[in-house]
Every structure is written in structure tokens, then in C-alpha cells.
Antibody, heavy 123, light 107 residues
Framework: QVQLVESGGGAVQPGRSLRLSCLAS????????MHWVRQAPGKGLEWVAA????????HYAESVKGRFTISRDNSKNRVFLQMNSLKVEDTGIYYC????????????????WGQGTQVAVSS | DIQMTQSPSSLSVSVGDRVTITCRAS??????LNWYQQKPGKAPDLLIY???LLETGVPSRFSGSGSGTDFTFTINSLRPEDIATYYC?????????FGQGTKLEIK
């Protein structure tokens, strides 16, 4: 079955970096766009970034543009989120999610989610 | 960005109730709307996509309707396991945007 497992979260000081990883299994990652969505403590869902199935196109929320970079290695079934210049407001649970449309689509339903990885940014 | 306004933000409900949540988009998004359920400490689960289509494996007591800017999510005959927070999400344009959520609580 489809499974997404995030890792790489932790506690860091403002200005530092973290690299999140999402390991995909149970489906051919190379056929699907992938997204990152985050949730601040006690708050709602916020879309962060997306990457096309082949890694040629990426999109970012304004709040993270220029600081975060999404990437993927389809040969290793992994999607990454490099987070630089972290701010206190980046604190939250980060989920990777699969777009439920094959190949060319970047927008649509997020039909499978990982369990999330916690990021805590504080001094 | 397309703003999604969801109401109510919380709802006190009883088992067996019919529950209705609304979501309004700041511009016409056709049927580009999904609904998710999130239980405490868990990741969101997709329930409804393309405004009215039931995701595989989701019970038929869940339904969605609407197009353009106004959308409705309904739970017929609420069960205890439906106590959760529900989010709408538009995908007509990036960035994907979510409603602020509707938290169901037992009366």
C-alpha cells in the first residue's frame, strides 16, 4: 500500500537549517508530483511547496520562497525539503503528500499523506 | 492567492446528527475543491475530491456539493468516529489554500 514516511525534523535555533526527507513506498514515485504541507501548533494546514513528477518544476508559498527548496530523487524514492534561514514561525509539523493525479498535474487532491515530522524553531 | 472561508469554525454535535459545513472561495474555482478529515495527532485524510466525488473507501454518509465559489460538505447521521476537524482546500491555482478548519465536538 502507499506509504510516506517523513524524517529529519528536530529542534533548531532561528537562522539555522534543516533538511526533511520523505521516503515513498508502494507506488512509483516517478509518476507523481509531491507536496509539502505544514501545520503550526494548534493551527490549520498551510501548503508549503510542490515539485513535478520529474523534478523540473517547483512552486513555493510566499512565506518560504527563497529559504526553502524542494527536491526529489526518484531513483531512491525520496522527496526532500531543504529549509534554510529558519524562523520561529516555521515551527510545526511538516507533512509530505502525494498528488492524486499521474504525471503532468501539479494541482489536485492530496490523496496520501505521511505521518509528519516535527520542526521546532526557537532560541 | 485564493482565500477559502470555512464556516462554522466549530460545531457542537450529537451522534446521529446531520452536519453541514460550508466553504466559500474568494473567486470562481469551478469544482476544484477537496475536503479532508483530520483527527488529533494524525495526518489529514482525503474524503471528497472535485467538490463531490467520494474518495475510495470513504463511507457514503460523507458527501460534498457546490461549484464556483460556494461549497457544502455534509455528514449524514454522524458517528462517534467522525469527531475530527474538517478542512476544505482549493486547487484551482497554486498556492493550494485551505479553509481554517471546522472542529466537531460532542454536545
Amino acid at each position: 500500500q502507499v506509504q510516506l514516511v517523513e524524517s529529519g525534523g528536530g529542534a533548531v535555533q532561528p537562522g539555522r537549517s534543516l533538511r526533511l526527507s520523505c521516503l515513498a513506498s508502494g507506488f512509483p514515485l516517478r509518476n507523481y508530483a509531491m507536496h509539502w504541507v505544514r501545520q503550526a501548533p494548534g493551527k490549520g494546514l498551510e501548503w508549503v511547496a510542490a515539485m513535478s513528477y520529474d523534478g523540473t518544476t517547483d512552486h513555493y508559498a510566499e512565506s518560504v520562497k527563497g529559504r526553502f527548496t524542494i527536491s526529489r530523487d526518484n531513483s531512491k524514492n525520496r522527496v526532500f525539503l531543504q529549509m534554510n534561514s529558519l524562523k520561529v514561525e516555521d515551527t510545526g509539523i511538516y507533512y509530505c503528500a502525494r498528488l492524486g493525479s499521474i504525471v503532468a498535474a501539479m494541482r489536485g487532491r492530496l490523496d496520501s499523506w505521511g505521518q509528519g515530522t516535527q520542526v521546532a524553531v526557537s532560541s | 492567492d485564493i482565500q477559502m472561508t470555512q464556516s462554522p469554525s466549530s460545531l457542537s454535535v450529537s451522534v446521529g446528527d446531520r452536519v453541514t459545513i460550508t466553504c466559500r472561495a474568494s473567486q470562481d474555482i469551478s469544482n476544484s475543491l477537496n475536503w479532508y478529515q483530520q483527527k488529533p495527532g494524525k495526518a489529514p485524510d482525503l474524503l471528497i475530491y472535485d467538490a463531490s466525488l467520494l474518495e475510495t473507501g470513504v463511507p457514503s454518509r460523507f458527501s460534498g456539493s457546490g461549484s464556483g465559489t460556494d461549497f457544502t460538505f455534509t455528514i449524514n447521521s454522524l458517528r462517534p468516529e467522525d469527531i475530527a476537524t474538517y478542512y476544505c482546500q482549493q486547487y484551482d491555482h497554486l498556492p493550494l489554500t485551505f479553509g481554517q478548519g471546522t472542529k466537531l465536538e460532542i454536545k
